[in-house]
């Protein structure tokens, strides 16, 4: 069977498109060169190098007076009109998205970042780029991880807590978080201020895992006890009840120690030897992050550092 040859797609410039709507518009080329700021001839000369992309065949009869589109020239005007307004079209969304305000953010957070931290971050940066398509999504930091190294998240809030490893990312610090012990209001050490863990080592714990390790509880082993997990409870408002009806104490970080319950006593957490959970905004090694994504990171710290010490 012999070889089929298929005429390629002529390499037009979009210099040549630009300026034959300008001499379409004006039928002369003196107009369109003074429109365009350039010289007559070199406007004749993008004519005829567009003419010759084309295969040869005249856009515009040359009039005594100016010119006029030829049936290829009337065939042109639509294509190159679709092609300059797409161009056109593509530098207002790169310029928009130059100046954060357009594209999309990207983001996730673990769930205690979410009680303050986030929210008020989101909010600032709403107020100040309301026209970025923003989706965010919670989970534990290595699913945030995952995501973010599959390119599903621009941005992950991420924590210390579990040992995941931080250190494949580009992490920017927010804070370092103290903790916290959720005792019932009537509890005798309410009120006492801060506490060693080990004061509780007899407690009835209320964990989100049935084992310490891996979760805030690090911080119970850290100081030689094992604690007793007497209820496994995920969502932190229902943790708050099981504390406030008198069935364990629990450890409260200190992103969601502003909305505790008024029955709840919170006493901060004594643990010189070992250093307070860090919280990142952490991005993908090596790839660039949008400017959207820029202006969220300065609002996370700008939320961060409205987060009282303990």
């Known amino acids: 069977?012999?070889?089929?040859?298929?005429?390629?797609?002529?390499?037009?410039?979009?210099?040549?498109?630009?300026?034959?709507?300008?001499?379409?518009?004006?039928?002369?080329?003196?107009?369109?060169?003074?429109?365009?700021g350039w010289t007559q001839s070199a406007v004749s000369r993008q004519i005829s190098a567009l003419e010759g992309a084309l295969g040869g065949a005249p856009l515009f009869d040359r009039l005594p007076r100016g010119v006029r589109l030829t049936e290829a020239g009337r065939i042109l005007v639509p294509y190159a009109e679709s092609v300059t307004e797409a161009l056109h079209g593509a530098g207002r969304e790169l310029a928009a998205l130059r100046q954060a305000?357009?594209?999309?953010?990207?983001?996730?957070?673990?769930?205690?970042?979410?009680?303050?931290?986030?929210?008020?971050?989101?909010?600032?940066?709403?107020?100040?780029?309301?026209?970025?398509?923003?989706?965010?999504?919670?989970?534990?930091?290595?699913a945030l991880l995952d995501r973010l190294t599959a390119g599903q998240l621009d941005l992950a809030v991420v924590s210390t807590t579990g040992g995941a490893p931080l250190e494949a990312y580009d992490l920017h610090h927010l804070l370092d978080e103290s903790l916290y012990v959720a005792v019932p209001a009537g509890?005798?050490?309410?009120?006492r201020g801060p506490v060693r863990l080990a004061r509780l080592a007899d407690a009835d714990w209320i964990s989100g895992s049935p084992r310490p390790e891996g979760t805030l509880l690090d911080a119970a082993l850290r100081q030689d006890f094992r604690p007793r997990v007497a209820h496994v409870v995920g969502e932190w408002t229902a943790k708050q009840g099981y504390v406030a009806a008198g069935l364990g104490v629990t450890l409260v970080p200190a992103l969601a120690a502003a909305s505790v319950r008024p029955d709840i006593a919170l006493?901060?957490?004594?643990?010189?030897?070992?250093?307070?959970?860090?919280?990142?905004?952490?991005?993908?090694?090596?790839?660039?992050?949008?400017?959207?994504?820029?202006?969220?990171?300065?609002?996370?710290?700008?939320?961060?550092?409205?987060?009282?010490?303990?």
């Open 101 to 142: 305000a357009g594209g999309r953010l990207r983001f996730g957070a673990f769930a205690t970042a979410d009680a303050a931290l986030v929210p008020q971050a989101l909010a600032a940066f709403r107020a100040r780029h309301p026209r970025v398509r923003v989706s965010r999504e919670e989970g534990r930091t290595p």
């Open 267 to 310: 006493l901060p957490v004594l643990d010189e030897d070992a250093p307070r959970r860090a919280v990142y905004a952490a991005t993908a090694r090596g790839r660039s992050l949008t400017p959207a994504g820029a202006a969220f990171l300065a609002a996370l710290r700008e939320a961060a550092g409205t987060v009282p010490a303990p």
């Open 187 to 191: 509890h005798e050490l309410a009120g």
């Open 1 to 36: 069977m012999p070889n089929q040859h298929h005429a390629s797609a002529p390499d037009l410039s979009t210099v040549w498109l630009r300026v034959f709507l300008e001499v379409a518009r004006h039928g002369s080329f003196t107009v369109a060169a003074r429109t365009l």
